[in-house]
Nanobody, 124 residues
C-alpha cells in the first residue's frame, strides 16, 4: 500500500510561484515514475508533468512547459512541482500519482495510487 500526501498549495497572484511537494510512503518509491495532474471545477483531470524513476527523464504538458519543473528526491521519498509564472488558468486541485512502471507517462490509467490533492488558486 502506498500513501501520497501533497502539500504546498495556496493562493498566489498571477506571475507568482509555488512549490508543491508530495511525500510518499513505502520502500519502493525510487523504482516508479511519479506524476502530477490537476483538475479544475467542471473539467476533467489533466496531465501536468511526470518524472521517471531516476529523475533523469521528464515529461510536461504543453500548457506548462517552460514554467513548471518536476523533480524528485528518492532519499526523501518526495516529488516536487515548482510552478513559476502562474496564470489564472492554472487554478485547480493538484494531485500527485505513482506510476505502475519506472517510465514517464501522461495517461491517468498508467497510475495506480493517487493523493488527495492540494488546491492552487491564482488570482488575476
Amino acid at each position: 500500500q502506498v500513501q501520497l500526501v501533497e502539500s504546498g498549495g495556496g493562493l498566489v497572484q498571477a506571475g507568482g510561484s509555488l512549490r508543491l511537494s508530495c511525500a510518499a510512503s513505502g520502500r519502493t518509491f525510487s523504482v516508479y515514475a511519479m506524476g502530477w495532474f490537476r483538475q479544475a471545477p467542471g473539467k476533467e483531470r489533466e496531465f501536468v508533468a511526470a518524472i521517471n524513476w531516476s529523475g533523469y527523464s521528464t515529461l510536461y504538458a504543453d500548457s506548462v512547459k517552460g514554467r513548471f519543473a518536476i523533480s524528485r528526491d528518492n532519499a526523501k521519498n518526495t516529488v516536487y512541482l515548482q510552478m513559476n509564472s502562474l496564470k489564472p488558468e492554472d487554478t485547480a486541485n493538484y494531485y500527485c500519482a505513482k506510476a505502475t512502471t519506472g517510465v514517464v507517462a501522461s495517461a491517468p490509467f498508467k497510475y495506480d495510487y493517487w493523493g488527495q490533492g492540494t488546491q492552487v488558486t491564482v488570482s488575476s
